[in-house]
């Protein structure tokens, strides 16, 4: 029997890194090696040059202004930048902040946070399919909201929210709207103007770039958006980030970015062509197997599935060679049921028996149909279907 290497179904925790990524970035670890702070010579501005070419190429992707780009360690560093960042600045017109009960935990943890801190936050219900109401919304807005944090894309069932719908209802009552876009940047066409986006969470590893570098959007005008600063020190990043700039994987967050702008509409038609072969063949040959999140409005590489009667936990211990998730790796330590899952109003029970599966760039048909075939075989062994 030949062996045969694990097929890799979990892109919505993390992505390789682009081997056109890899190249543009090595320079920079040891030839060009600049600080970009140190502008008064060659090395420092070399540096700095290539990190305002990385800046100048995340913010096309968002179409948004590269001084509107500020790096950070990722989503959820932005996503705390957002929320802390805004309660400050914002505190003479109102402490009141709308997110909803399927966040990233980035948000939930930064939103609980400030809710010690004395301000009041309304986290909104969502429907079965994992979306907000937007009438609620409306509802939930006081003279007293400053903010509204909904995520552009969940990260656990793919739902892609309302954007332009919601972005409309913040302008309209002068909130400042903030989006989660780190499984939603790269995959889909995004872009700040038209969807009315003040602030945006990006990351890089979702997107086939290194890990350990994000940026947070912050628009600089129509309206300007203030924000404080979380981190304190040398005043980098306009004051809102301090800290020594990731040089390295600066530049490859911007040619990853570069390159799903480029591919995006080609990749997207193909990942989802993946997950619908996936979904359909699974549906055929197992009983119960039942779609988590919106049948249309979801990201194309993301299929989350419910299997009656069965544990996640009981496939993925069979699956040693087929890489998925039950759920968020950034909920991975957490032995309790997905939150996303149960708030779609189905219970523990569906929770617990959720499977996540996540293609990507480099996913080939081969992997997908040895997946449902491992899928498939899994489940006669758990004797779900006959033998």
Not at 14 to 43: C, I, Q, W
Not at 96 to 115: G, N
Not at 135 to 150: E, F, G, K, Y
Not at 320 to 349: K, R
């Amino acid at each position: 029997m030949t062996t045969r290497r694990p097929v890799y179904l979990d892109f919505n925790a993390t992505t390789p890194v682009d081997k056109r990524v890899l190249a543009a970035m090595l320079p920079y670890f040891s030839e060009d090696f600049g600080n970009a702070a140190s502008a008064t010579h060659a090395f420092g501005r070399q540096a700095l040059a290539s990190v305002n070419h990385a800046r100048q190429q995340i913010a096309s992707l968002i179409n948004a202004r590269p001084n509107e780009i500020i790096f950070t360690s990722g989503a959820t560093e932005s996503d705390n930048i957002a929320l802390l960042g805004v309660a400050e600045p914002y505190a003479h017109k109102g402490d009141h902040i709308i997110t909803c009960v399927t966040e990233h935990k980035a948000i939930l943890d930064s939103a609980k946070r400030l809710e010690k801190l004395g301000k009041r936050v309304t986290y909104l219900p969502v429907d079965a399919f994992g979306q907000v109401d937007l009438d609620q919304l409306r509802q939930a807005i006081t003279p007293q909201t400053i903010l509204i944090s909904i995520m552009a894309a969940n990260n656990e069932i793919g739902t892609v929210a309302p954007l332009r719908e919601i972005g409309r209802i913040a302008r309209e009552h002068g909130v400042i709207f903030h989006t989660d876009a780190a499984q939603y940047a790269g995959h889909l066409p995004l872009d700040v103007e038209a969807l009315n986006i003040d602030l945006l969470s990006i990351s890089a590893h979702k997107l086939y770039g290194p890990k350990g570098i994000g940026a947070l959007y912050v628009r600089r005008e129509n309206p300007r958006v203030d924000v404080s600063p979380v981190i304190f020190g040398g005043g980098h990043e306009q004051g809102i980030r301090s800290g020594t700039l990731n040089v390295p994987a600066i530049v490859g967050f911007g040619a990853a970015a570069e390159w799903c702008q480029a591919e995006l509409e080609e990749e997207a038609a193909r990942l989802r062509g993946y997950c619908a072969r996936i979904l359909d063949e699974l549906s055929r040959h197992i009983e119960g197997v039942e779609l988590n999140g919106h049948p249309t409005q979801r990201l194309p590489h993301n299929l989350n599935i419910t299997i009656r009667g069965t544990s996640s936990s009981d496939f993925i211990a069979l699956l040693d060679d087929v890489a998925l998730s039950a759920g968020s790796a950034c909920n991975a330590a957490n032995p309790n049921p997905s939150h996303v899952i149960c708030a779609l109003g189905f219970g523990t029970e569906r929770a617990l028996s959720s499977l996540r599966l996540s293609v990507g760039r480099t996913t080939t048909l081969e992997d997908v149909d040895y997946a449902i075939g491992r899928i498939i075989e899994a489940s006669r062994i758990l004797q779900l279907v006959p033998a």
